[in-house]
């Protein structure tokens, strides 16, 4: 079974700072997808960053970079140069082949002035 | 496109009715996500079509609930004889492909009293 622990219900920053988000995997397959998704207070889930596990090479997206550990099965999101507009919920996610999107519990992120 | 579109935004319903919600997915996405997130917790799967065909239901997918896709357009879930323990908020979700990312609707906030 598939299964996501984000085990950091909460956490802050200040602002400008430099953060990590934790996220760890369970999984059979060999093929498949991660995702970091933010949620601010509005609730309307957006996606932050992909990854494939093919890839060895992390994902980076401006700000916002992954460190991808295969064998580990961990995924964790850093945010570089937070802003005060980085504070919501923060879920990792897993979707592989013909199956649902798996999340975790979530992190709730502020970022503080 | 405007996005995901879901209606109503909020519903407040006395035990024991029925409610219908919709989801407008962006036009030619294929695959088609509910998920259920209540207060302080990660979506959790309720059900996804592709096209028209539901291919997956969640076992939190009680009789009480249906869900459907026709003509791989828009989608209805359906929810029977509510009960308070259905209070949560139901999100949408479209994609073009699998594995990719997948877009979020604002949801639908559920109120049973």
């Known amino acids: 079974a598939q299964t996501v622990t984000q085990s950091q219900p909460e956490m802050s920053v200040q602002e400008a700072e430099t953060v990590t988000l934790s996220c760890t995997y369970d999984t059979s397959e060999n093929n498949y997808y991660l995702f970091w998704y933010k949620q601010p207070p509005s609730r309307q889930m957006i996606l932050v960053i992909r990854q494939e596990a093919y890839k060895q090479q992390n994902a980076t997206e401006n700000r916002f970079s992954v460190n991808f550990q295969k064998a580990a099965k961990s995924f964790s999101l850093k945010i570089s140069d937070s802003q005060l507009g980085d504070t919501a919920m923060y879920f990792c996610?897993?979707?592989?082949?013909?199956?649902?999107?798996?999340f975790g519990a979530g992190t709730r992120l502020t970022v503080k002035p | 496109d405007t996005g995901v579109s879901q209606n109503p935004r909020h519903k407040i319903t006395k035990r024991g009715q029925n409610v219908t919600f919709r989801c407008d997915p962006i036009?030619?996405?294929?695959?088609l996500y509910w998920y259920r997130q209540t207060l302080g917790q990660g979506p959790e799967f309720l059900t996804y079509?592709?096209?028209?065909?539901?291919?997956?239901k969640s076992r939190l997918l009680s009789d009480r609930f249906s869900a459907e896709r026709p003509k791989g357009s828009f989608s209805t879930l359906e929810i029977q004889r509510t009960e308070q323990g259905d209070s949560a908020m139901y999100l949408c979700?479209?994609?073009?492909?699998?594995?990719?990312?997948?877009?979020f609707g604002q949801g639908t906030r559920l109120t049973v009293v």
């Open positions: 036009s030619e996405h294929n695959r």
């Open positions: 996610a897993l979707h592989y082949n013909n199956n649902d999107m798996r």
């Open positions: 979700a479209s994609s073009l492909l699998q594995n990719t990312e997948a877009f």
């Open positions: 079509f592709q096209n028209e065909a539901q291919l997956e």
